[in-house]
């Protein structure tokens, strides 16, 4: 599990895909005796109910059989806001060692994901019978250092450290703010918090240059929820930007997401592009709308029905020019904008 700063947005919503069900993490050979094999498991949440129908099978790459499986119930998990991390920690040789050899992971509607490495195959059998398997493309030999796993990384397979059941410094789970009384307040809270020294409020007025604002102490050591508040008196322009810097005791950071806070909106500014993150912020005044938004040849690339005030992400979108159109009783709004 590789995961430093964990953030998850709950005042103000995003739009955007969730992180699936997958194999996350796992090891099966090193220098000399093989120790410490297992398997990790990532479900994101809300976690399902039925955790015994989740189930890792381990698969022979010679004739494609199955040769051992585990049900998610029989595991502890370890979970941050997130989600939970499920991890089978397997006898000395419990993984064989290829090649090739291969890891399915299985839920109530069948088959969810089938990993191998150091080559490819066919199963015979149980959850991924007569699927072929996907190589993860990183390996693991008799000269690996003992303590190094394979681990899915944004998206990519890679060996390093084992970080399997590894504790998250600061869980944030939400970070908002909000114009009040001629001021901007800012929100946040911690679920956990791991040798947190404080939080240094940043401040940017075009999304790009930040400065230093001024600063929160942590809480040190905390397995509760913690709530924080930042008041900002200096605004003078509609739209200013703020991200938490979270210090460690030992003088290690990390960023959390920036957001923007907007004073004195009107009718004529309810959609804002936000440029350095690649969002929409739509200010729809607790009225039901419907934002549409078109390319610069006029084609509709996406719909939201939009029930409160939101961010929607446009991480996928390709650079370019589009026009947002928000529709609700008041009539129709529309800005044009460019995507770098």
């Not at 460690?248 to 959390?256: I, K, L």
Request: aromatic share 14%.
């Amino acid at each position: 599990m590789r995961k430093i700063f964990t953030f998850l947005l709950l005042a103000i919503p995003f739009f955007n895909a969730a992180i699936s069900q997958n194999i996350n993490e796992f090891h099966y050979d090193n220098a000399g005796t093989d120790v410490g094999e297992f398997v990790e498991i990532y479900i994101p949440n809300p976690q399902p109910g039925d955790l015994f129908n989740y189930t890792i099978t381990l698969y022979n790459g010679s004739g494609g059989a199955s040769y051992n499986s585990k049900t998610l119930d029989a595991l502890s998990p370890t979970c941050d806001m997130d989600g939970c991390y499920y991890v089978w920690n397997l006898p000395t040789d419990g993984l064989q060692n290829g090649p090739p050899d291969g890891i399915a992971l299985s839920g109530p509607s069948g088959l969810i994901e089938f990993l191998s490495y150091e080559g490819t195959f066919t199963a015979s059998g149980g959850p991924a019978n007569g699927i072929l398997s996907t190589d993860v493309g990183v390996t693991e030999t008799s000269s690996t250092p003992i303590g190094n796993s394979l681990a899915l990384i944004d998206g990519v397979w890679v060996s390093g450290p084992n970080t399997a059941n590894s504790v998250n410094p600061v869980v944030l789970v939400s970070f908002s703010g909000k114009h009040e009384s001629g001021k901007n307040v800012l929100y946040w809270t911690t679920a956990s918090e791991t040798n947190n020294s404080h939080f240094e409020i940043e401040k940017s007025m075009d999304g790009k240059y930040f400065q230093a604002l001024g600063n929160v102490e942590g809480s040190g050591n905390s397995d509760k929820f913690v709530n924080y508040t930042f008041e900002d008196y200096s605004v003078n322009q509609s739209i200013i930007y703020y991200r938490l810097k979270q210090v460690d005791f030992d003088g290690q950071y990390e960023y959390s997401n920036t957001i923007a806070v907007l004073s004195n909106l009107n009718r004529d500014n309810s959609i804002v592009y936000i440029n350095q993150s690649r969002q929409l912020y739509i200010d729809e005044q607790n009225t039901e709308s419907t934002v549409y938004v078109f390319n610069s040849n006029g084609k509709l690339v996406n719909t939201y029905n939009i029930f409160s005030s939101c961010y929607i992400n446009l991480d996928n979108s390709i650079s370019g020019v589009y026009i947002a159109s928000m529709v609700n009783k008041f009539g129709t709004h529309s800005i044009k904008f460019f995507i770098h």
